[in-house]
């Protein structure tokens, strides 16, 4: 995000790039942000979604989730159609992205679905401090064209993070995996947590996805015994078992 002389903010414009029946968003042509198929616009096509969506493996019927970072949408159509039962709020600071909306058929605004043009570290710090609105999960995925937004990996941000959360609550970070600030954050992370975490780096290497669980201590070997995806259709089955069976040989006992 640029800043004018007067102090205002000037969001990155993204843009989309059409091509063999899928649509992608960039801010840079280097920086991929999300892609769809057209087809099936609920499909999670970049790998690092489907790490994300490991949260299943905590928590496989959350009743709330939360997403700082809407991009594409990728996860939150695909939460909105596939766990039918939660309400999704995301929160995206740059208004060019929240305009690309249908463009990447993401629903619109509903009883189920709440899109909000906010900074997602003020938002989290305001449900920080409101006991009646905690969230099941957390996804915070904000990237701009410089990266990882910095506001989004203070000590403050993760330990407002934490409070936002319910009781056995989950936060989901996407982060660089060769950012040089990169064991910085996960640090934060940890002390925010009391070192109840688990980090996971996406298929391609190029993320590292970071899963931290408010209260109940994680067990890798209760993760490893779980079947989260028992109860789902065969859809969900196709796209994330084999990215689960990954994690869970992936992932060590925290410490």
């Not at 920086?31 to 490991?54: F, K």
Request: charged share 25%; glycine share 6%; proline share 5%.
């Amino acid at each position: 995000m640029a800043h004018t002389e007067s102090g205002a903010s000037e969001f990155d414009a993204p843009f989309v790039f059409s091509a063999d029946g899928k649509k992608s968003l960039y801010f840079t042509l280097d920086q991929l942000q999300s892609r769809m198929c057209s087809g099936q616009p609920a499909q999670l096509e970049v790998d690092y979604t489907r790490t994300m969506m490991g949260f299943l493996m905590f928590d496989s019927h959350p009743a709330s989730i939360a997403m700082i970072g809407l991009g594409g949408g990728s996860l939150l159509k695909f939460c909105h159609r596939h766990l039918p039962d939660a309400q999704l709020t995301a929160v995206e600071i740059n208004p060019h992205v929240i305009a690309l909306r249908r463009e990447f058929e993401v629903p619109e605004d509903d009883e189920r679905i709440a899109i909000i043009c906010a900074d997602g570290a003020d938002f989290v710090r305001e449900l920080s401090s409101d006991p009646s609105r905690r969230y099941d999960v957390l996804l915070v995925d904000g990237f701009d064209s410089e990266g990882q937004a910095p506001s989004l990996c203070t000590q403050r941000f993760y330990d407002d993070c934490f409070q936002t959360l319910s009781p056995e609550g989950i936060l989901v970070v996407n982060l660089h995996h060769d950012h040089p600030d990169h064991s910085v954050f996960t640090g934060r992370i940890r002390l925010a947590f009391d070192g109840n975490l688990l980090e996971v780096a996406s298929k391609e290497k190029s993320n590292s996805i970071v899963f931290a669980r408010k209260g109940r201590r994680i067990s890798v070997d209760e993760l490893r015994d779980s079947d989260p995806l028992e109860n789902f259709d065969p859809e969900v089955r196709a796209q994330l078992q084999r990215e689960f069976s990954r994690i869970s040989w992936d992932i060590t006992q925290p410490v």
